[in-house]
């Protein structure tokens, strides 16, 4: 003698399993979305799958509410039986993602913590190159001073020495080098 089927709509079981689906479905969701987000069809193909699975139980939980009193407690066993199998694949799937994200995390972490070890290498380079720049700067500013010194000094020995050959090539030595050394600085200092 059999049971006669009728339908459990109101079944407190059947409603637990399709909350549980209802949770399912929203985590599927996240999960493709962060899927599409990272263009990765791996994972994509894998959410499908998982779909594919949640769609099955859900068709095996309206089963349930149609199965007879005997067959219930195994279609009941069955159907928790998936939908932990579901959930631990998308909390093992979500952990993958989680994990990549922490790895993308680290590695957007060590490139800044580079980037920054790389600025402090070029502003102390170009620290370096402007002390150098300074340097050389100075020296030739009082080199030119120098050379302007020297440059006065000898057209004064040339016209106390009453312009004797002598005198006259020390005041043209002279002023050759304060030219050179005065065109490198207009040159490089530009004129004022």
């Known amino acids: 003698m059999t049971t006669p089927q009728t339908p459990r709509d109101n079944d407190p079981v059947a409603a637990k399993f399709e909350a549980e689906v209802r949770e399912v479905d929203a985590r599927l969701k996240v999960l493709k979305a962060q899927a599409e987000a990272r263009k990765a069809k791996s994972d994509m193909d894998e959410i499908s799958g998982l779909t594919a699975t949640k769609e099955r ?5 309206t089963d349930l509410k149609q199965q007879a009193a005997a067959d219930y407690a195994a279609t009941k066993r069955e159907v928790e039986k998936e939908i932990k199998d579901l959930q ?17 995390e680290r590695q957007l972490y060590a490139r ?10 070029w502003k102390a380079r170009a620290d370096h190159q402007r002390a150098d720049q300074s340097m050389k700067r100075h020296d030739d500013l009082a080199a030119l001073k120098e050379k302007i010194a020297l440059a006065r000094a000898r ?7 009453q312009y004797s050959a002598k005198a006259r090539a020390a005041f043209e030595e002279s002023e ?8 490198a600085a207009v040159k490089r200092y530009g004129k004022t």
């Open 88 to 104: 631990a694949d998308i909390q093992r799937v979500n952990e993958r993602f989680t994990a990549w994200d922490s790895a993308r």
């Open 57 to 61: 139980v859900k068709k095996n939980i």
């Open 176 to 183: 050759k080098y304060f030219d050179q050394a005065y065109d």
């Open 155 to 161: 057209a004064a020995a040339a016209k106390n020495e």
């Open 112 to 121: 800044l913590d580079e980037a920054e070890a790389r600025l402090e290498v």
